[in-house]
């Protein structure tokens, strides 16, 4: 099974072969594994937040989950964050550290000949001229393609902090032009954003920090192109700006985050329902101004969605499916940099290139999240779930290790570090 979410892994390089959603196979070959076995405490909001979808979908639409449409489009949320659920039921002893280096070479190499095509026709900077002349590589959505960029952009850092080399240096320079040519700005900002998080110290208070701006910038910027004379409910916008990037921007501000706003404030504890967003909704029965229930609905799976991951998800799944997320990626986050810390400290630097790579990208997508539904989209988060997923099978990191760091980290206690026995760094295995 472990193979499987490695192949899955390698061919997240494009969207135009949708078998990399094939790191959920363990899901329907070994289900009973998941009894019996104790998991990091980021698996409880997820599993949460799951649960919550499944009822959501069921009260608002329960026909979608027969649909294929709903799987590739509304519910992808499926298909991107199955394989970290597969995670808990194979086991492998692989070294990340290898496998993920080997798969950065491979994923800048492979983009390459496009690349090279590219440049030759349209130059690099040409993006600048004519917005539509951007660089999509193997993927269909150049925001996509961006997303992935920025994503693979993580990992060769996370690699190059394992090891340096001239090797990665250089990749990693190819993977920027590459991420540059794609004109995808959201992208572009989560990766600017990694670096200074780096750099001063990967502190908790700057995510939380991070985390409210990115939050209260989206919904201050809904409020302020709500026009109060516009049904959002209903009204048809009509985009009039002819370059392609500024009619993106407009059909945002001016639509798609009052939209959303205003789906939330029909039902701002639970949503109007899972996919409701792109959706005609005839009318919304509200209880106490916190629960709407909507009805006269017209189903549409569709790749319209509110261009913002934290207000989509408010849109649709309200204060609890938000806060259910943002639990899970705070948790996420801090699991990473006690697992890195513990490979570097007792487990010999294995599997360090994983772990600071789970931490970087979440980062980076949470960042990406606020320009686009970066969140849910798999050519963004299948890559990070499928690490994560190899992860969560790994059996060559002390596991105990790692809860001792949360522990210490907890207490105030994170400097103090006792040595292992031979017995202990024996169980790592």
């Not at 949320?77 to 492998?92: K, M, Q, V, W």
């Not at 992860?391 to 980290?409: C, F, K, P, T, W």
Request: charged share 10%.
């Amino acid at each position: 099974m472990a193979y499987i979410s490695l192949f899955a892994l390698f061919l997240t390089v494009t969207n135009l072969v949708p078998v990399s959603a094939a790191g959920l196979v363990p899901l329907v070959f070994l289900p009973w594994r998941f009894f019996g076995r104790t998991y990091p405490t980021f698996m409880t909001p997820l599993a949460a937040f799951t649960v919550f979808v499944v009822i959501s979908t069921l009260l608002y639409d329960p026909g979608s989950f027969l649909e294929f449409d709903f799987y590739r489009r509304d519910g992808n949320y499926f298909i991107s964050y199955a394989p970290i659920f597969a995670g808990c039921l194979y086991t492998h002893r692989w070294d990340l550290n290898k496998v993920l280096r080997t798969f950065f070479v491979f994923a800048v190499l492979i983009n390459l000949p496009p690349y090279a095509y590219y440049i030759i026709h349209n130059g690099l900077f040409s993006i600048f001229a004519h917005a539509d002349d951007s660089f999509g590589s193997y993927f269909i959505a150049r925001n996509a393609a961006g997303g992935f960029f920025a994503m693979l952009f993580c990992l060769g850092v996370a690699c190059y902090l394992q090891r340096r080399s001239k090797l990665l240096l250089a990749l990693l320079v190819v993977n920027a032009l590459m991420l540059f040519s794609t004109y995808s700005r959201g992208s572009l900002l989560g990766t600017l954003v990694v670096l200074p998080y780096l750099y001063f110290g990967r502190k908790r208070w700057i995510l939380a920090t991070l985390i409210a701006c990115l939050l209260l910038g989206s919904i201050a910027m809904a409020i302020y192109h709500t026009d109060p004379r516009v049904d959002y409910m209903g009204y048809p916008f009509t985009i009039e700006n002819q370059n392609a990037k500024v009619a993106n921007l407009d059909i945002r501000y001016e639509w798609l985050w009052p939209r959303a706003l205003a789906y939330f404030q029909q039902s701002p504890v639970v949503g109007l329902g899972f996919g409701s967003f792109d959706d005609h909704i005839g009318s919304v029965t509200s209880y106490f101004n916190l629960l709407g229930i909507p009805s006269d609905m017209i189903i549409e799976h569709s790749d319209s969605h509110a261009h913002n991951s934290y207000l989509n998800f408010l849109a649709e799944l309200g204060v609890t499916g938000l806060a259910l997320m943002l639990l899970f990626y705070w948790r996420l986050i801090e699991w990473s940099k006690h697992g890195a810390a513990a490979a570097a400290l007792f487990g010999g630097g294995q599997n360090f290139a994983a772990f600071r790579f789970v931490e970087i990208s979440s980062v980076c997508l949470l960042v990406m999240a606020a320009t686009e539904h970066r969140l849910v989209s798999p050519s963004n988060v299948l890559i990070l779930a499928l690490v994560i997923s190899l992860l969560l099978a790994a059996r060559s990191v002390n596991a105990a290790a790692i809860d001792y760091l949360q522990r210490g980290a907890n207490n105030g206690s994170a400097g103090a570090f006792p040595l292992m026995t031979r017995r202990q760094r024996g169980d790592a295995g």
